[in-house]
C-alpha cells in the first residue's frame, strides 16, 4: 500500500486513528459485481493519494494486494484473498459483508482496518470515537440530538421550548425528561472537572 504503515504505531484506540475498507462502498463502486482486475483503492487527504491497495473483485470475495512496512523498515508484499458473503435485505435486494480475514476470526463485519493487515474492529481491539467522548461531553452532543427533535434552539443554556407540532404529549414529555437528564449531567460533569463539588452546583 503507497506510503501505508510507515511511522505509525503498532496499534491505536480508535476506529478514526486507522484507514478503512467499506464493503458498502465497494458495492457501490461495482468493485462486488464480477470478476475485475487492476483496481486501485485510495485513500486520499486534502486532494492527495496517502494510500492505495490493489484489488481483484468479485460477488464472492475480493483479492488485496499491497506493501505495508513497520517504524521505517523494509517493505513487506501483502497479497491474500477476503470472502464476501450476502445476507437478503428486510424490503428486498442484498447487502454485502466482508468475513474477517485474521486467523480464527471470521466475523461477518462491514468494515476492515489497515494494519499489517485489514482486519475487523475487535481484532484490533478498537473503539468507536464516541466511546473515548468524557460522559459531560456525550451528554452534550445527547442533549442537543434531542433538541433538534423537538425543534428547540440549540445549546441545552437556552432553555426547554414547547412541544412540536404533531407530536404526542406522552412522546414529547418523555423526550423533555430525557433532555434533562442529559443536560444535568452536562453541567455536573463539567462542574465536576473544574473542580467543583454537586453541592457547589446544585445548592443545599
Same mark, same amino acid.
Given at each position: 500500500m503507497g506510503g501505508f504503515g510507515s511511522g505509525r504505531k503498532a496499534q491505536r484506540d480508535c476506529t478514526g486513528d486507522y484507514l478503512a475498507l467499506d464493503v458498502g462502498a465497494l458495492a457501490g463502486a461495482g468493485v462486488l459485481n464480477g470478476p475485475a482486475r487492476g483496481l486501485a483503492w485510495e485513500w486520499k487527504r486534502n486532494a492527495e493519494v496517502i494510500a492505495w491497495v490493489r484489488m481483484v473483485?468479485?460477488?464472492?470475495?475480493?483479492?488485496?494486494?499491497?506493501?505495508?512496512?513497520?517504524?521505517?523498515?523494509?517493505?513487506?508484499?501483502? &497479497?491474500?484473498?477476503?470472502r464476501i458473503?450476502?445476507? +437478503? @435485505?428486510?424490503? /428486498?435486494?442484498?447487502?454485502?459483508?466482508f468475513l474477517c480475514p485474521a486467523a480464527g476470526c471470521g466475523r461477518r463485519v462491514a468494515k476492515l482496518y489497515a494494519g499489517r493487515l485489514f482486519a475487523c474492529r475487535?481484532?484490533?481491539?478498537?473503539?468507536?470515537?464516541?466511546?473515548?467522548?468524557?460522559?459531560?461531553?456525550?451528554?452534550v452532543r445527547r442533549a442537543d440530538a434531542i433538541r433538534e427533535r423537538l425543534?428547540?434552539?440549540?445549546?441545552?443554556?437556552?432553555?426547554?421550548?414547547?412541544?412540536?407540532?404533531?407530536?404526542?404529549?406522552?412522546?414529547f414529555y418523555?423526550? &423533555?425528561?430525557?433532555?434533562?437528564?442529559?443536560?444535568? +449531567? @452536562?453541567?455536573? /460533569?463539567?462542574?465536576?472537572?473544574?473542580?467543583?463539588?454537586?453541592?457547589?452546583?446544585?445548592?443545599?
Open positions: 473483485g468479485g460477488a464472492d470475495s475480493i483479492v488485496l494486494d499491497y506493501k505495508t512496512r513497520r517504524s521505517g523498515g523494509e517493505w513487506e508484499p501483502m &497479497r491474500y484473498p477476503v458473503e450476502w445476507t +437478503a @435485505c428486510n424490503y /428486498g435486494g442484498r447487502r454485502p459483508w475487535q481484532c484490533y481491539r478498537l473503539a468507536y470515537p464516541c466511546q473515548r467522548e468524557p460522559a459531560d461531553e456525550r451528554a425543534r428547540w434552539v440549540p445549546g441545552f443554556l437556552n432553555g426547554s421550548g414547547g412541544k412540536p407540532k404533531g407530536m404526542h404529549w406522552r412522546t418523555r423526550l &423533555r425528561t430525557e433532555h434533562d437528564m442529559h443536560a444535568d +449531567a @452536562c453541567v455536573l /460533569g463539567a462542574a465536576a472537572r473544574l473542580g467543583f463539588s454537586v453541592r457547589d452546583v446544585l445548592g443545599d
